[in-house]
């Protein structure tokens, strides 16, 4: 691997379930796998549907930027995926709340399924980003 | 604090969301995905999807010049669309409005988008 690249796996995010980091730092940017409404500890589907699923997987971005020597603050850009129309104000409150100015640029749109462990609630949402480290 | 610029301005739909239009962060220019909405009215141009993804492309020239960069220097692109029977016509208009050299490009049918917009596009370019 070129030695200006790090691939990142924090412990206080949910541990990956294939293959690959929770992070990627390249130079000054840190880009993150797309995260869940995981618990980092149990690894299970948080309750609440979509404000529930939307607020803990943005805190495991933070978790993992923070690791990185990054924060919510520095991120550029967001990409969101999600199962249910329905779900878009509750969707947006939570980012709202989350993310504030120097707000990121987003492109969100509707995906037909995310991946759920057998057994567990229906992931209804995952986030990625792209930030600045440092 | 990261010294970025944020760019939103009045020759592209306001935002309806907690986002801004783009951002600058070193040599790289980031836009969010804009979809077929008149800038002026807000509301979604008459036409199907030809018209809608002109708009959303007009959309993205216009936050990419007010940010210092350019349909020409766009280094990759991503498209989001509903209907797989307009995969022509995004092509044709695609190959309409980008040039060499072209960005690199993922496009993919999505479930569905922001109030029933039929298409959506994003891209990465360069400042300089």
Redesign the interface.
């Known amino acids: 691997m070129p030695s200006a690249h790090k691939g990142v796996v924090s412990r206080r995010g949910p541990q990956p379930t294939g293959s690959y980091p929770h992070a990627h730092i390249q130079g000054n940017m840190v880009w993150v796998t797309a995260q869940a409404g995981r618990d980092p500890s149990s690894g299970e589907l948080v309750e609440g549907g979509m404000a529930g699923q939307m607020d803990r997987a943005i805190s495991n971005l933070e978790a993992i930027l923070e690791e990185c020597g990054s924060s919510l603050d520095r991120v550029i850009r967001t990409q969101i995926m999600y199962t249910d129309r329905a779900d878009l104000e509750a969707m947006d409150e939570v980012y709202a709340r989350r993310f504030h100015a120097p707000l990121p640029v987003r492109t969100t749109w509707g995906v037909k399924f995310l991946a759920a462990e057998p057994g567990t609630e229906l992931v209804r949402v995952q986030i990625d980003c792209v930030a600045a480290a440092g | 604090?990261?010294k970025?610029l944020?760019i939103t301005i009045d020759g592209a739909p306001e935002p309806r969301?907690?986002?801004?239009?783009?951002?600058r962060?070193?040599v790289l220019v980031?836009?969010?995905?804009q979809i077929g909405r008149d800038p002026k009215t807000g509301d979604f141009v008459k036409g199907g999807f030809e018209a809608e993804f002109n708009q959303a492309i007009d959309n993205v020239e216009a936050i990419l010049m007010a940010a210092g960069s350019s349909l020409d220097r766009v280094v990759k692109a991503?498209i989001?669309f509903v209907d797989e029977s307009d995969l022509d016509a995004m092509n044709r208009i695609y190959g309409e409005r980008f040039h060499e050299p072209l960005p690199a490009r993922t496009s993919f049918g999505?479930?569905?988008?922001?109030k029933g917009a039929r298409v959506?596009i994003?891209c990465i370019a360069a400042l300089d």
């Open positions: 604090m990261s970025d944020t969301g907690p986002y801004v239009h783009a951002r962060h070193g980031y836009v969010t995905a991503q989001e999505a479930a569905f988008l922001w959506q994003d």
